[in-house]
């Protein structure tokens, strides 16, 4: 992989991890136009770099939140930030008992298939508009909502699933504040990136090599840049309720997409 390539796929997984366009779906529409072999060899160690940056990048926007869930958890009380914690956890089960036990079946989705794909993204076009047009409300997370949240998350494993837009609309329609519905999705996540990236070190699936650093330290850096962006960008959007425009974005290529594995 040149450095060129990688600072531009960066860049991309930084923005569409947190911008609600699905940055699966977009994956499989490029390998679907470029050809499986035109994709980078070293895709597996470098999808887990530029996950890792996105991760750092939530964390670095939302260090002050971060910093108090952190402290009032080792306060050992059953305190604002012990229960928000819970509810992270609550909303993780959902991925996590289908990445444990659907893996194989969702990797068979996984296949260049761009009609499958469209579909999904005029899903997620769907979900952005009903969010944009819910009422503004000071509601916050509850438990039972951090779970039907995470049902979201885990639906978004499907590709042309937006994750970021999955779980602010789930949260959204379901009555809670745009503002804090935005910090949790986002902060969601974080754990199950860092859970996922750990759980294929132990597993062998990938491996440190120093081999690369170069192409890898420019993905890392692009896609960290590009991330702090997005998402500072995004929680702006989701409380000025400016997410149709995301909505017809995603109608526009999902139907693109249906017309092109259709006819072409």
């Given at each position: 992989m040149e450095i060129i390539d990688a600072i531009i796929l960066g860049i991309i997984q930084g923005l569409t991890e947190f911008l609600p366009v699905s940055s699966s779906g977009h994956l499989?529409?490029?390998?679907?136009?470029?050809?499986?072999?035109?994709?980078?060899?070293?895709?597996?160690?470098?999808?887990?770099?530029?996950?890792?940056?996105?991760?750092?990048?939530?964390?670095?926007?939302?260090?002050?939140?971060?910093?108090e869930i952190l402290t009032g958890i080792f306060k050992n009380k059953w305190n604002e930030e012990t229960q928000f914690a819970v509810k992270i956890f609550i909303s993780m089960i959902p991925a996590g008992?289908?990445?444990?036990?659907?893996?194989?079946?969702?990797?068979?989705?996984?296949?260049?298939?761009?009609?499958?794909?469209?579909?999904?993204?005029?899903?997620?076009?769907?979900l952005?508009?009903?969010?944009?047009?819910?009422?503004?409300?000071?509601?916050?997370?509850?438990?039972?909502?951090?779970?039907?949240?995470?049902?979201?998350?885990?639906?978004?494993i499907l590709p042309g699933?937006?994750?970021?837009?999955?779980?602010?609309?789930?949260?959204?329609?379901?009555?809670v504040d745009k503002s804090k519905a935005a910090r949790f999705s986002f902060l969601?996540?974080?754990?199950?990136?860092?859970?996922?990236?750990?759980?294929?070190?132990?597993?062998?699936?990938?491996s440190m090599e120093t081999q690369g650093i170069g192409y890898l330290t420019a993905g890392f850096i692009a896609a960290f840049i590009s991330g702090v962006i997005a998402c500072t960008w995004?929680?702006?959007?989701?409380?000025?309720?400016?997410?149709?425009?995301?909505?017809?974005?995603?109608?526009?290529?999902?139907i693109v997409a249906i017309f092109s594995g259709l006819y072409l």
């Open positions: 499989e529409l490029g390998k679907a136009i470029l050809g499986e072999s035109k994709m980078p060899a070293e895709g597996l160690m470098f999808t887990v770099v530029v996950h890792f940056a996105t991760a750092l990048s939530t964390a670095l926007v939302y260090r002050k939140d971060i910093v008992i289908v990445g444990l036990f659907f893996e194989k079946q969702l990797e068979s989705l996984f296949g260049g298939s761009v009609v499958f794909v469209g579909y999904m993204l005029i899903l997620t076009a769907i952005l508009f009903l969010a944009d047009k819910a009422k503004t409300t000071n509601k916050p997370v509850t438990f039972f909502k951090s779970f039907l949240i995470g049902i979201a998350q885990a639906i978004a699933i937006s994750r970021s837009g999955a779980t602010i609309s789930a949260s959204v329609i379901l009555g969601m996540v974080v754990p199950l990136i860092l859970g996922k990236i750990a759980k294929d070190l132990l597993d062998g699936a990938i995004m929680v702006q959007l989701v409380r000025r309720s400016k997410l149709s425009y995301f909505s017809i974005y995603c109608l526009v290529v999902g």
